[in-house]
């Protein structure tokens, strides 16, 4: 007779893969019954594979049983949804049926049908969610195997407490791809052909980022670009969707043909990037974007070409209700790149709201203005970041889409400042004199204003300071945003400026463009580190050290021991560390599985001491720097005990957590 559960776990204990006699009662009868024993571990798993940068096992019996699924060939279960698996809804609970049209039942099937999918394949998965195993889902995904190279499994090692990692494969090279055709649509109930026939212009552009760095909150987005140049192949497109060059970037054209990108150059301020593309591969009637040379007026007619959240084009005839000067607000949680010191477009039509990517067209099909998404400040209440869609009138892009095309790649000149606008009482109290309030209503009738200095960025020494009015640069009146282009081209600029009720004459120094975009990231302990980028400089009155941390992995040591996204790091074990170099230097002296001290500054002047312990095992160091000869155009080292190890750093499959993030957190690192 069992009265206790311990005895009932003894006899199945001892019985593992045999028989037991049991006499139940069923309904007021007594029943005997016998049944095998089935082996815990069996059903337990003590294994995962991570790949494309997820991670897979078995179906566990725990998680078979909670929400009642068949442990008979159920798929394979996809423990971290990211990288090429990153599925839209839930980052876990993912069963995956089908691979490329093969089954995987389990485990080593699936190991076998990855193992033969090329590097950059396309191929059909379908999938199922252990909430609603009545829905098949379907996607087509883009297999990842140059950011995340080999597949590794991980074996549980009851003996050490570790789970031991095996190479199971390298990649197969990519296929080379090969040119396809296809047709645009046609909108044939439009009042204005040539202007609907913009259509052929636009292309659907994808970016998939790695590893998270200069504080963008999002992996994967997808957005239009403008086709500028068809026989070059070169196409402009929002900041918003490509934030910088650490990434994938997939073209489509006409719905049908997919061929890769790559970056061009990158506006530090306008919010545009201009992407290359093999016009060899498009056998499509892509046409070049014919940009108006005279900036679009306010009142004036136009017709507004987008695309909606569904991507498809809409149009309206509409007008220019504004054009001003705007500041896209700064995230005080993640700094992250914004346009600053741009004249928008605002128009009357609710489409422009609905749409984060079109063009305001003329009637002949002159792109009179560009429009883009701007991102913008994480709100506090919700978490959710906010986006801007406003247009961005042509004329300012010609002078550097005309070098672009001419083969050379800009290397801007740049005031590192933000300015903000004063209008004529304003500039009369700050101390602006009569005759240049005069000089500007008469030079500029439809702006009556000025610009002040509202915030320089960190390290900036001499120039201008916060508060300065700007009255010229190099002899050059200043009303409008426009006419700060002239710091494009000069190193030093000829200002004449209104501080402190005075008119002072003084050279202010410009920035090269080419220092502010990232070069070099550092992977440690699970923080993802790289130089302060140009939004924490933006930000930010001093700039503590040159080591900054932008994202942090889900359960690494830097995760446990609370070092956050925006902090800086001083020093490592009371040595001075202040740039990457001297960083890796002192960390390599340290060895595995011990403690060591970081000294480290919040974003907001609070210095703490963090001490962690270190995990090569799990959250190897790895880095990674730019390297133009390299498809992916970066190169990766990975160090072990203190040495570069010979070969590719490979990423965990663990997620990353942005500081304050919007849900997206499970991102590969």
């Given amino acids: 007779l069992l009265t206790q559960f311990i005895r009932l776990d003894s006899i199945l204990d001892s019985s593992v893969d045999g028989k037991v006699s049991l006499l139940v009662q069923r309904g007021g009868q007594d029943v005997e019954v016998e049944l095998t024993v089935g082996d815990l571990h069996a059903i337990t798993p003590d294994r995962f594979v991570s790949v494309a940068g997820a991670a897979f096992h078995d179906l566990s019996y725990q998680q078979a049983r909670f929400y009642a699924v068949t442990l008979q060939n159920p798929g394979v279960y996809c423990c971290e949804a990211t990288g090429s698996f990153r599925f839209d809804g839930s980052e876990y609970g993912w069963l995956i049926q089908t691979i490329d049209n093969k089954p995987t039942p389990d485990l080593r099937t699936f190991i076998e049908v990855m193992g033969g999918i090329a590097d950059r394949s396309r191929v059909v998965v379908t999938y199922k969610h252990l909430r609603d195993m009545h829905t098949l889902n379907t996607s087509i995904l883009l297999v990842d195997r140059h950011w995340s190279k080999t597949m590794r499994m991980a074996v549980r090692n009851d003996k050490s407490g570790l789970w031991d990692f095996t190479t199971l494969a390298e990649p197969l090279p990519p296929l080379a791809p090969v040119p396809r055709k296809a047709n645009f649509v046609k909108m044939e109930g439009a009042a204005h052909p040539q202007a609907v026939d913009i259509v052929r212009l636009f292309v659907r552009v994808g970016a998939n980022m790695p590893l998270r760095i200069d504080g963008f909150p999002r992996s994967r987005k997808t957005g239009f670009g403008l086709v500028i140049d068809a026989e070059q192949g070169l196409v402009i497109v929002s900041r918003a969707i490509v934030p910088y060059d650490l990434c994938d970037i997939s073209l489509t054209f006409a719905d049908s043909i997919i061929v890769d990108g790559k970056i061009v150059f990158m506006h530090p301020l306008q919010n545009y990037v201009i992407i290359k593309y093999d016009v060899s591969l498009v056998k499509a009637p892509v046409k070049s974007a014919k940009l108006a040379t005279t900036p679009i007026k306010q009142g004036e007619s136009t017709i507004f070409f987008g695309f909606n959240q569904n991507y498809r084009p809409v149009v309206a005839k509409t007008a220019v209700t504004d054009i001003t000067t705007v500041a896209i607000p700064a995230s005080a949680s993640t700094p992250r790149y914004r346009a600053v010191n741009l004249d928008a477009i605002t128009v009357d039509t609710s489409l422009s709201g609905q749409c984060g990517s079109g063009v305001l067209?003329?009637?002949?099909?002159?792109?009179?203005?560009?429009?883009?998404?701007?991102?913008?400040?994480?709100?506090?209440?919700?978490?959710?970041?906010?986006?801007?869609?406003?247009?961005?009138?042509?004329?300012?892009?010609?002078?550097?889409?005309?070098?672009?095309?001419?083969?050379?790649?800009?290397?801007?000149?740049?005031?590192?400042?933000?300015?903000?606008?004063?209008?004529?009482?304003?500039?009369?109290?700050?101390?602006?004199?009569?005759?240049?309030?005069?000089?500007?209503?008469?030079?500029?009738?439809?702006?009556?204003?000025?610009?002040?200095?509202?915030?320089?960025?960190?390290?900036?020494?001499?120039?201008?300071?916060?508060?300065?009015?700007?009255?010229?640069?190099?002899?050059?009146?200043?009303?409008?945003?426009?006419?700060?282009?002239?710091?494009?081209?000069?190193?030093?600029?000829?200002?004449?400026?209104?501080?402190?009720?005075?008119?002072?004459?003084?050279?202010?120094?410009?920035?090269?463009?080419?220092?502010?975009?990232?070069?070099?990231?550092?992977?440690?302990?699970?923080?993802?580190?790289?130089?302060?980028?140009?939004?924490?400089?933006?930000?930010?009155?001093?700039?503590?050290?040159?080591?900054?941390?932008?994202?942090?992995?889900?359960?690494?040591?830097?995760?446990?021991?609370?070092?956050?996204?925006?902090?800086?790091?001083?020093?490592?074990?009371?040595?001075?560390?202040?740039?990457?170099?001297?960083?890796?230097?002192?960390?390599?002296?340290?060895?595995?599985?011990?403690?060591?001290?970081?000294?480290?500054?919040?974003?907001?002047?609070?210095?703490?001491?963090?001490?962690?312990?270190?995990?090569?095992?799990?959250?190897?160091?790895?880095?990674?720097?730019?390297?133009?000869?390299l498809r992916e155009g970066w190169k990766r080292v990975t160090y072990e005990d203190g040495t570069a190890k010979k070969g590719e750093g490979e990423m965990a499959p663990e997620g990353a957590e942005e500081g304050g993030g919007d849900g997206e957190v499970q991102v590969e690192g």
Wanted: charged share 25%; aromatic share 8%.
């Fill in 361 to 629: 067209v003329a009637e002949d099909g002159t792109v009179q203005a560009l429009w883009l998404t701007y991102l913008g400040e994480r709100t506090g209440h919700t978490n959710k970041d906010v986006e801007y869609h406003l247009g961005l009138a042509t004329p300012a892009l010609l002078p550097i889409i005309e070098e672009v095309k001419s083969g050379r790649v800009p290397n801007l000149q740049i005031l590192n400042l933000e300015t903000q606008t004063v209008q004529m009482s304003q500039a009369r109290i700050m101390g602006v004199e009569e005759s240049w309030i005069e000089r500007v209503e008469s030079e500029d009738p439809e702006r009556h204003q000025l610009f002040m200095v509202r915030k320089v960025d960190a390290g900036n020494t001499g120039g201008l300071a916060e508060g300065d009015v700007i009255l010229t640069l190099n002899d050059r009146l200043i009303t409008r945003v426009a006419d700060l282009d002239v710091m494009y081209n000069n190193a030093v600029l000829r200002a004449v400026v209104v501080r402190k009720q005075q008119e002072v004459s003084l050279d202010v120094p410009t920035v090269p463009t080419s220092e502010l975009e990232t070069d070099r990231i550092v992977v440690f302990c699970g923080a993802v580190l790289h130089r302060p980028h140009h939004a924490v400089r933006q930000q930010i009155s001093k700039v503590h050290s040159d080591i900054y941390v932008s994202a942090r992995m889900r359960g690494s040591p830097a995760y446990a021991y609370g070092l956050a996204p925006t902090n800086f790091i001083l020093a490592v074990n009371a040595v001075p560390t202040p740039d990457l170099e001297s960083f890796i230097r002192e960390t390599s002296k340290i060895p595995d599985n011990t403690y060591f001290r970081l000294k480290v500054m919040t974003f907001d002047n609070v210095p703490w001491v963090a001490t962690m312990k270190k995990n090569e095992h799990y959250f190897p160091t790895v880095e990674f720097a730019k390297d133009p000869s």
